[in-house]
């Protein structure tokens, strides 16, 4: 029910990643079935694979995370339980981000050893695609949280995207050893001593991010969901100030018509469509966000996400590996100069 | 003799400069005479005006600054001396920042008041410019350093920009006034209940960045420094996309021929050389820090960011406003409902 179209764009986009992943999914939608009913109908590839389950309660927008999390019956907790209670592998959503997260986290909790769960994403970099983590779940970290985000982002670079020791960078002010504040560097330490399933590159800086310099991104909350949003609306400036010039004047406008070709594989190599699907990584249960104002194209790749998720068996690896970094630290194989 | 070219892209710079500023600038040159010299030679407009003062010593780009802080004979530390004695109204450098900051803070020290300088820049949004800091100067902050900051923007905006009341936005995660960490809903809540140069305009997100909702951005050091290099980094990939594009095929490179005016346009009105020119505001002296790798135009534009500081009498207005800040808050003029 939830993002600006609610079941007229993810009934679609259900039947779209059906495709994409040669059926190998079923759906339980929960939401309003007078609206999810005629809807479903129309495409024949999702009968026989889908149900319905009936929710009268909504979790608005704007409605506040802790009013949300009180609520038993809307289609958003409801979700989340049939993930809770292995009737469903995955929870994918439109909706309130923070009331998703809230819920998610009190009724799925976190993987055994995790600290705090992590909103992760991927994105569009010139070598390739880079995962960064976290992206606005947790505003204030710790080191080990940072350390445990590293463990989470390169099990993704690993499984989903089939990177064997994927490179893991901090965000950072500078690339030296001794540039950024303790946080970051007692993270950085720990990762240089300890054994992961990535390799620990160093710092990054923000204009490394679109160089993919590295495969995994870690970073605090706060920072990270700035860093996307600068991001995203840099690109957006951008290709709202190329649209003005090519509509500027007649030869500009002949030029777009002969250069239309290559324009829109640009546009397609930085589609925040096809990057479309905010990760939850952390909790036991996959639970992935979707952009609220999202198409079907958009959504499709959300529910993408969610099933090549539970397909590589990802929580499982993570729980995995999570126990092995922290058997390592109460082993005492702990960081060197670390920042008092 | 700072920067990736020295003197043969300074001395160039400083005529274009003088040529903008309709020949109100006098520059005194601190370097190595025997590169100098010959070069001022060739611009007739710098002579008379110019001066030269020789020094062997140079800071390089890879000197901590805490090394560089030491050495007194260096064409920086001198520069910076000229403007502590008075010799000089401002300093402008292309050197190393890390050692440009640090005895930039030790020889010309803050202003009655200011708690920590920060770094400011310019930038181009989808309406005019905004003006941001702290760039990198602070990594750690706490609420009364961002309010400092917002008065050091809005000052600039007032002054050199001409805007009556500049709107003063924090940079957060989120445009409600419950979200975010401790740090910006604290500075939130006392430039609500204060007077000062600027309008708090509320909290502004990432994307918020590149619309150009506000005059003044006001965040951390290392939040700020991050978001500046992510949007230079989308900015830079998305122009390398775009030239790949256009040379990909024969009618894309006849659509890029068409459409060429056009297009120079949008770079133009992105131009980073345009914006070059980093302030260290809340120093007791105007210092300005240009890009490295900039060309002439690039270095110009540096040195009359200096020169309209130093015009509009922009630190004497900080001094005032910072003392009827301070005097308000120690007269009791509290924040309402400060996060404990």
Avoid: W
């Amino acid at each position: 029910m939830g993002g600006d179209f609610g079941p007229e764009v993810v009934i679609p986009a259900a039947a779209l990643a059906l495709d994409d992943m040669s059926g190998k999914i079923s759906y339980i939608f929960f939401g309003d079935e007078n609206r999810i009913k005629p809807l479903l109908g129309k495409y024949k590839v999702l009968e026989g694979i889908s149900e319905i389950h009936h929710t009268s309660g909504i979790v608005t927008n704007d409605e506040k995370p802790s009013v949300a999390i009180r609520r038993k019956d809307t289609s958003l907790r409801l979700a989340i339980e049939a993930v809770k209670e292995g009737r469903a592998q995955s929870i994918v959503s439109a909706g309130n981000t923070g009331a998703l997260m809230a819920t998610a986290k009190l009724v799925l909790r976190c993987l055994p050893g995790i600290k705090r769960p992590a909103l992760a994403s991927v994105l569009p970099t010139r070598q390739g695609d880079t995962v960064m983590l976290d992206l606005g779940a947790n505003l204030v970290c710790d080191a080990q949280m940072l350390v445990q985000f590293a463990v989470l982002g390169s099990v993704y670079a690993r499984v989903v995207k089939g990177i064997d020791t994927p490179r893991v960078g901090i965000l950072n002010v500078g690339s030296e050893d001794m540039k950024g504040p303790d946080l970051v560097r007692e993270a950085a330490s720990i990762l240089t001593n300890i054994v992961f399933p990535g390799d620990y590159y160093g710092f990054v800086e923000g204009d490394d991010l679109a160089e993919g310099l590295v495969d995994v991104v870690v970073t605090d909350g706060f920072t990270g969901n700035i860093a996307l949003k600068v991001a995203e609306g840099v690109s957006k400036l951008t290709s709202h100030y190329m649209k003005e010039a090519f509509l500027s004047s007649l030869p500009a406008k002949m030029g777009a018509v002969l250069a239309g070709c290559a324009l829109k594989k640009v546009k397609k190599r930085m589609d925040p469509r096809y990057y479309n699907g905010g990760m939850f990584l952390g909790l036991d249960g996959i639970c992935v966000k979707s952009h609220g104002g999202m198409d079907v194209y958009g959504v499709s790749r959300a529910i993408l996400v969610a099933a090549h998720l539970v397909e590589q068996g990802y929580n499982s690896e993570v729980a995995h590996e999570i126990a092995l970094v922290m058997n390592q630290q109460s082993n005492g194989i702990e960081p060197e100069g670390v920042i008092a």
